[in-house]
């Protein structure tokens, strides 16, 4: 962010909430003082749990000592008070030098953690070169030319899918490829600390966000900057579903908060008749063949579906020896990350065309301003714009659905999982993770033909999109790629071939890799062929299949 | 009500005409729709629509064209109230002329057959509206059209909607209630004509009251089956598009699916009755819809099912009685509280 930008929007962050609590206050006169007291009861039960930084506990005591005996007067200072040190803290320390250089530092800086975490790990690894990893890996995929022609016709909101904390650095890397300028990023605060990822954090144009402040005018800064932010033209990457996928699965709930600011800051956008008030949210998928923390995720979502825990600081991401491996595993086994842009959407969940026009579902121009009028004026509606939200997160989560690519190790640990549930019928789903049930492997040629008819199974439902990889090669070679991806990097083996026949080890991390085809009715397409049961075999074996998938490539 | 909206209505049958007359009579500055322009020109001439709601006087401030492009321009809320089997088209049309900033309200009570999508997700398939809602509740037109005393639901996720449906329908006999279950009352709306078919049998038949509430309370049921599988809310059925529409049209000989029941039962075809019969028996086509749905997604509708052989697959009447009286009993509350 520009240092003048920076002071400006500190500025008008701070005034914003701190009118809207004025405004409310007229309400009854212990408003103010029942804001301010939770906000000192919420930060210093943090302070309990987490040790204190700075002055941060002398501040809260010093507030909650003159809290009895403040006038109205007073109380606003003390909001203001408190505002400013969040809003500072959210903000954080950029340094400008760095942000203008950053949309080139993102590759040597992925060299420069190679090199960090190399030196805890093997001599012949030293070679390996950040830049090549993430330029010859990366693969930019769907509407990316539609995204860079609306960059100068309005702002752009970044939503992609969550599934590893590389996602923010892979992404920040794919927008310089894009000739995109930095997304502003609010990333966890655990993520500044972490010093391998530090270094990216500072300069993807991440702004610091605690999730551990539970405080109601925390959250409330942190909406408000993004949506400052937004209103001065700064294009806003943001995870909607708020963390990473626990399962596996592509998020189909999506946090509303933050999508919600796209249509403030574009109703302000008109009532401040700004030159480029449109915003446009840009669904987008990032899919890996492994992903880094798989292990943890799976393991945490297991561990009580519902509870997962929200922050986790002690996974493979804090292991540099876990993110080399994972880094040289990408650079030696071909392993793709495969970017995907979806069609770009307005305010109310409409995609916009090349010139950022919102369009009708039969692509008819509509123009966007008229969603927001009221008697014929732009205008906040609480209630409708709510509404609208959820309009863009329902279009959004389509978005990601649609352009959700699944790789070879996907397939593969689907057509293991459904092949596992088949042998296995009626079993629990946790017992058989836990025993395997009732075979520990399946012949090969099974799991190719099986394979074969889960990619027929994903082509005919036109969703989600098979890697181009999957696509073009035969269902025995990928089943070789993702065997050969599944016994590299994971601590152990996902799935293993010794012989003819294949062995599933890691259920668990089958089922991680299994659920992101999850949520398309795969499974009831694949019950109603099963329920044809010799038709479906029949297809399945027909000679041209079996061709196909014997042919070398 | 102090807002004073346009209102735009688009078709003229009984009940498009009714809400018409009603919005007028409320003070808004209304105009009708007809898809021919004869029948436009005398509706505002007459003052009085003969074809399909004979005698009753419309008031002044209501006019009438058959442009849709004039009404689209026109209105602050539009009410389409046309045959579920028309309204993708005119939909599609209304699309080319209406933008964001408007307000729509259905009162088509029906499944589109094809893809047993509800009006308000047809309606958002074909235009840019996103404030739409759906009127729903137990209106007989030609008595509203005499100022009886009533009720009705509007319902929509947009509070803008039902204030305005609100301004511009409730007065002093005729009392809206709203709420945000657009799918409970889109389903209540279009299942209980399928229901009402089955009861003007019943009455056809010469059975009592017993029998028709009877009916009526499995039909209440299966209606609620459907419709929170469908995703609505299960109180819905309690209210004014629920319980409320379904006694509305099981018991008064003016409902026309009623009509279509009892005639069956009086010996006649389905081709013949709907031959003679003007206007549309929407619970024909819906009991197809419900039918594919309902088989689609396993949900166990025993009296759609019984109404669905007698309409189309050449069942008879006397066996429509063996198929209702043959559903297995058992916990009253089972389907829905498991």
Known sequence: MRPEDRERIQLEVTSRVLERHMARSASGPDYLETLINDTIYNERRRLERDPPKGDEASFYAGLAKRLPKASQVELKHMLEEMLRRFVAEVVGNFDERVYRLSTSVVPTGLSLLLKASSAAGPRDLLSLDGISVVRDHIELQGEVDHVKRLLGKGTLMVVPTHSSHLDSIVLGYAAHLMELPPLLYGAGLNLFTNPLISFFMNNLGAYRVDRKKTASIYKEVLKEYATVAMEMGYHNLFFPGGTRSRSGAVESKLKKGLLGTAVTAYINNLKHERMRPNVYIVPCTISYDLVLEAETLIDDYLKEVGKSRYIIEDDEFSKPRRILNFMSEIASLDGRIAVTFGRPLDIVGNFVDQEGRSLDPRGRVVDTKSYVLKNGVPEHDHQRDQEYTQEIADAVVKGLRENNVVMSTNIVAYTLMRMLKLKNPGMDLYRLLRTGGSTPSFPHGDVVRETAATIELVKAAEQPRLADEVRSATALAAVDDALRHFKSYHTHPVAERRGDRVFHEDRNLLLYYANRLSGYDLELRGARRSSGEPQASREVQSPGAQQSSGEPR | ?338
């Not at chain 2, 029948?39 to 629509?49: F, L, T, Y």
């Not at chain 2, 449906?165 to 657009?182: K, L, S, T």
């Not at chain 2, 409320?244 to 099981?250: K, V, W």
């Open chain 2, 1 to 338: 009500m102090s807002e004073t909206l346009r209102v735009g209505v688009i078709g003229a049958g009984s009940w498009g005409t009714t809400l018409a007359k009603i919005s007028a009579e409320n003070g808004h500055p209304t105009l009708l729709w007809a898809r021919r322009e004869e029948q436009a020109a005398r509706i505002a001439e007459e003052r009085c629509n003969a074809e399909y709601l004979p005698n009753i006087e419309l008031p002044l401030n209501l006019e009438t064209t058959a442009d849709l492009q004039r009404i689209a321009e026109f209105s602050d809320l539009l009410v389409l109230v046309v045959p579920s089997h028309g309204l993708r088209e005119i939909a599609r049309q209304l699309g080319e002329f209406v933008d964001g900033s408007q307000c729509l309200v259905h009162a088509t009570k029906g499944l589109e057959q094809a893809t047993h999508r509800r009006m308000s997700e047809v309606i958002r398939e074909e235009t840019c509206l996103r404030k739409i809602g759906v009127i729903a509740g137990p209106n007989l037109a030609r008595e509203l059209a005499q100022c009886g005393p009533a009720g009705t639901l509007v319902a929509s996720h947009y509070d803008e909607v039902f204030r305005k449906g609100h301004a511009a329908f409730g007065n002093h006999y005729f009392r809206v209630y709203w709420g945000h279950d657009v799918v409970g009352a889109e389903v209540g709306g279009a299942f209980k004509n399928v229901v009402a078919l089955a009861a003007g049998v019943l009455s056809g038949l010469g059975f009592g009251e017993n029998s028709r509430s009877l009916l009526m309370t499995r039909g209440l049921s299966e209606m609620a089956r459907l419709g929170t599988a469908m995703g609505g809310s299960l109180v819905t059925f309690g209210g004014m598009a629920g319980i409320g529409d379904l006694i509305a049209t099981c018991s008064s000989s003016l409902s026309r699916n009623f009509q279509v029941g009892s005639r069956l039962a009086a010996g006649e075809t389905l081709p013949q009755i709907q031959a003679e019969m003007k206007m549309v028996a929407e619970g024909v086509k819906t009991s197809l819809a419900v039918r594919e749905f309902a088989t689609q997604h396993h949900i166990d509708l025993p009296i759609a099912g019984a109404i669905h052989r007698l309409l189309h697959e050449g069942g008879s009447v006397p066996e429509l009685l063996a198929d209702l009286m043959a559903i297995p009993t058992g916990p009253e509350f089972a389907e829905l509280t498991r």
